[in-house]
């Protein structure tokens, strides 16, 4: 009978889990459910901050990830975004607040309408620059992969480490929001206007590589954009939003993909210790970006929602200032030692580093003087 009662209790217990499953509510507004446990699935919806989602367990494969469902949808939402925030004295951290509690908003936004107002934005940007027009949606489909093509390079790579408890790397509370995105692209158009190389194959695995790596970011939930772009010198360089940049010289001269995994790892190091553009973070970003941003609930947006101020332009600026060839040394160093970290994970000699800088230290070492006394510091140290 005690066998009987105690069966009985267990099967209610299990019932009432099922029939009352465990309440998340989403802390980061913009948040993106996706159909897979990774950044690089596919999105399914965007969900506002505030909103709410049932747990359904946690995701397998990696443990970053809740199966959650929505309504009528069931897909993955990043940890990150169910975690309260705390507050910082980062001034970085001021420009990812958040102005609406969900109640006055849908608390729905399709994918297409949360790109259409990074691209729409980018565009407008350029558009008042006078700037050559870029086609962003032959851009971003040139930039775009699978999880199919994942699966496949983590074979082939052995690039497969999950990060343990602790193990993340990069400023937890400065995610790349929407507004960063914006921000990020229309600093790239700059960049873009170089022309790019449409080499399909190669953009694929460099992009793959990247995000695979930012698995061991406090980014992982994001995408990383990794463009090859026309230029006569062998040089990579990284701006806001995870937008990286590497010649076409530079990949002529990296045999090995272990060489394509420690520049984009250096690279990464920058962006994900949000080197170069912290000083994005202030209000005038923030306000000028708002009507953009916050109040997106078709695909096409207005002529004076898509304005530029004066403060904003100067921020954009500043930001595409700071993709210099030649960063202080504290930033290098540090971007130094993530690429370390994570080419040790990967069970990757810190030789490829080394041999990478050395290359592009013979090319451009006569042209930089600053540049060629930087890495042999650098060079020197990773010995």
């Known amino acids: ?55 359904i367990k946690e995701a397998e494969e990696d443990a970053g990830w809740y199966y959650v469902s929505y309504n009528s949808k069931k897909g993955y939402i990043s940890k990150l975004a169910l975690s309260e925030r705390k507050k910082s004295a980062d001034p970085f951290d001021s420009f990812g607040g958040e102005f609406n509690s969900g109640s006055a908003l849908k608390n729905e936004l399709s994918p297409a309408s949360y790109t259409a107002a990074i691209k729409g934005f980018a565009l407008e940007y350029s558009k008042k620059r006078n700037m050559k027009k870029v086609d962003l949606d032959s851009f971003f489909k040139l930039l775009s992969f699978k999880a199919l093509d994942v699966i496949k390079v983590m074979n082939e790579t052995k690039l ?15 995610y790349v929001n929407q507004w960063m995105e914006g921000v990020g692209l229309a600093v790239s158009m700059n960049v873009l206007q170089n022309g790019i190389v449409y080499d399909a194959a190669m953009t694929k695995r460099l992009n793959i590589i990247a995000n695979i790596l930012i698995r061991q970011t406090y980014d992982y939930d994001r995408m990383y954009y990794v463009v090859i772009i026309k230029d006569p010198e062998p040089v990579a360089y990284s701006g806001p939003g995870g937008y990286i940049f590497i ?22 190091g920058h962006i994900a210790m949000r080197h170069g553009y912290r000083d994005l973070a202030i209000d005038t970003a ?30 954009i600026d500043s930001a595409v200032e700071a993709l210099k060839l030649v960063r202080d040394d504290i930033e290098e160093y540090e971007a130094d030692d993530v690429a370390l970290e994570l080419l040790r994970r990967y ?11 050395a290359k592009v230290y013979l090319k451009l070492g006569s042209s930089y003087p600053e540049y060629k006394t930087q890495f042999e510091r650098r060079i020197s140290r990773i010995k």
């Open 160 to 174: 497969a480490y999950f990060p343990k408890k602790g193990e993340m790397i990069g400023v937890q509370n400065a």
């Open 286 to 315: 923030r306000e000028n970006m708002k009507e953009s941003f916050d109040e997106l609930d078709s695909e096409t947006l207005t002529e004076e929602e898509m304005e530029l101020s004066d403060e904003l332009q100067s921020i």
């Open 347 to 357: 069970k990757i000699n810190r030789s490829y580093l080394k041999n990478t800088l």
């Open 247 to 268: 010649s076409d010289t530079l990949i002529t001269m990296l045999t090995d993909y272990r060489e394509i995994v420690a520049i984009l790892a250096h690279e990464i």
């Open 1 to 55: 009978m005690k066998n009987r009662f105690l069966l009985s209790a267990l099967f209610v217990l299990i019932v009432a889990a099922v029939v009352n499953p465990k309440t998340l509510k989403i802390s980061r507004d913009k948040t993106i459910l996706k159909d897979g446990p990774g950044n690089y699935y596919d999105n399914i919806t965007v969900l506002r901050k505030n909103s709410e989602v049932d747990l």
